[in-house]
């Protein structure tokens, strides 16, 4: 019998709904799809990285949503504001990867930099994977580097017939 993988996918936490880590059940992988902010935020990440930190899980994924404003550096950097900081999605991209000796994987776009010191343009994400024998990726292993095409081709193509 193949192994059970349980998954906890959450999102749309908005730095107050973060549930209870106590009242979750144990999981393999969680997945957080992305708005761990209102509207960003470096205390807001910390925050949602703390809370991340607490639920009892091998691996922590979390995805960047549209209201995590400073992890969209190209958002960012077209709409700043007078009083806003240029640097602050290399901050914010920071706390996200400070996360990762805690078990928390952030699958991100790449960090553009500010006004005054611009790179190219974000690239997709993939998950990288070592040999095993189904082709899972393994939890000490995420990684987001690459193009698309490229990832659909390092994704290992699914069993074409099962045997019982």
Not at 21 to 48: E, F, Q
Not at 56 to 83: F, M, P, Q, R, Y
Not at 124 to 133: A, D, E, F, G, V
Request: proline share 10%.
């Amino acid at each position: 019998m193949a192994p059970v993988i349980r998954f906890l996918i959450l999102s749309d936490t908005h730095n107050s709904s973060f549930p209870d880590p106590t009242s979750l059940p144990t999981v393999d992988v969680v997945l957080h799809c992305g708005d761990m902010t209102m509207a960003g935020g470096l205390s807001n990440y910390h925050s949602a990285m703390s809370s991340l930190q607490q639920i009892d899980a091998e691996l922590k994924l979390v995805i960047a949503g549209n209201h995590d404003l400073e992890l969209d550096s190209s958002w960012w950097l077209t709409n700043l504001d007078e009083d806003d900081d240029p640097d602050e999605p290399c901050k914010a991209l920071e706390v996200m990867r400070s996360g990762r000796d805690r078990g928390i994987h952030y699958w991100r776009k790449e960090c553009i930099g500010s006004r005054s010191n611009p790179a190219p343009p974000f690239r997709s994400m993939r998950l990288r994977t070592r040999p095993s024998s189904t082709g899972t990726p393994l939890p000490t292993d995420p990684a987001m580097t690459g193009s698309m095409s490229e990832a659909r081709r390092r994704i290992p193509s699914p069993p074409t017939s099962i045997s019982s």
